[in-house]
């Protein structure tokens, strides 16, 4: 069996930090909750394998070098389903102001998880939320 073959059938999770090794960590955490993450790297490449392969779930920080609310303004604008994390290190009640904006927006918001988050704990949410496969 192939690295792809482990692959095929898995839900995507597009993820979106701006420091590499909190990606990785996240992107373990998806991978062991059975996920295929797809990490970003920038805004336009989040759009890019946003528009290119739709995601089942997306990852957002909100202390990127783009405002994080600009990321929950562009899944409304694109009528994202799947559900929507947002991570980040900012004060509790700016994570709340933030996911508060996405329902708004009409998004399918979990979390908030502030930084440093355990692995376990992202492993579970990010479980609880994964789409039931159809084989």
């Given at each position: 069996m192939t690295a792809r073959d482990?692959?095929?059938?898995?839900?995507?999770?597009?993820?979106i930090?701006?420091?590499?090794?909190?990606?990785?960590?996240l992107a373990s955490a998806a991978s062991m909750a059975g996920f295929e993450p797809v990490i970003a790297v920038n805004d336009a490449d989040f759009r890019a394998r946003f528009a290119s392969d739709a995601p089942s779930m997306v990852a957002v920080d909100l202390g990127?070098?783009?405002d994080g609310v600009e990321f929950l303004r562009f899944l409304s604008?694109?009528?994202?389903?799947g559900p929507v994390l947002i991570i980040s290190g900012f004060d509790r009640r700016i994570l709340d102001s933030a996911f508060r904006l996405?329902?708004?927006?009409?998004?399918?918001m979990i979390g908030p998880v502030e930084k440093p988050a355990r692995l376990d704990d992202l492993e579970t949410l990010l479980r609880?939320?994964?789409p039931i496969e159809v084989e």
């Open positions: 482990e692959t095929l059938g898995k839900p995507k999770l597009l993820l930090d701006d420091e590499p090794a909190l990606a990785d960590f990127m070098p783009t604008e694109q009528q994202f389903e996405g329902g708004v927006l009409g998004l399918n609880g939320h994964r």
